[in-house]
Nanobody, 121 residues
Framework: QVQLVESGGGLVQAGGSLRLSCAAS????MGWFRQAPGKERDIVAASSWSGTITYYPNSVKGRFTISRDNAKNTVYLQMNSLKPEDTAVYYC??????????????????WGQGTQVTVSS
């Protein structure tokens, strides 16, 4: 059984920063996704277990960074220069059968409960 526990969401003004954390034990590739009301769940960052391979969509590239502290069994999403359009529920996810990072929600097997990120103007 894989349990993912997220934290770090909240309210921040545009231009501010937040760091999300996901407690995730195991040798998994990890991804961060977000979903706004009425929209599909989309990837914002992904990382292999080692962190050697990472992926970011253009919408967040240069602003968001995924990192891992395997000793602490924790995955982070550092979000800088936040924009109102970043407002969404953010989820961490783990792939059970691969260490390479997928880009689609369907490629992930385990999910956190989600944490709300709200960016005000």
């Amino acid at each position: 059984q894989v349990q993912l526990v997220e934290s770090g969401g909240g309210l921040v003004q545009a231009g501010g920063s937040l760091r999300l954390s996901c407690a995730a034990s195991g040798r998994y590739a990890m991804g961060w996704f977000r979903q706004a009301p009425g929209k599909e769940r989309d990837i914002v960052a992904a990382s292999s277990w080692s962190g050697t391979i990472t992926y970011y969509p253009n919408s967040v590239k240069g602003r968001f960074t995924i990192s891992r502290d395997n000793a602490k069994n924790t995955v982070y999403l550092q979000m800088n220069s936040l924009k109102p359009e970043d407002t969404a529920v953010y989820y961490c996810a783990a792939r059970a059968t691969a260490i390479s990072p997928g880009r689609s929600p369907s490629e992930y097997d385990y999910w956190g409960q989600g944490t709300q990120v709200t960016v005000s103007s």
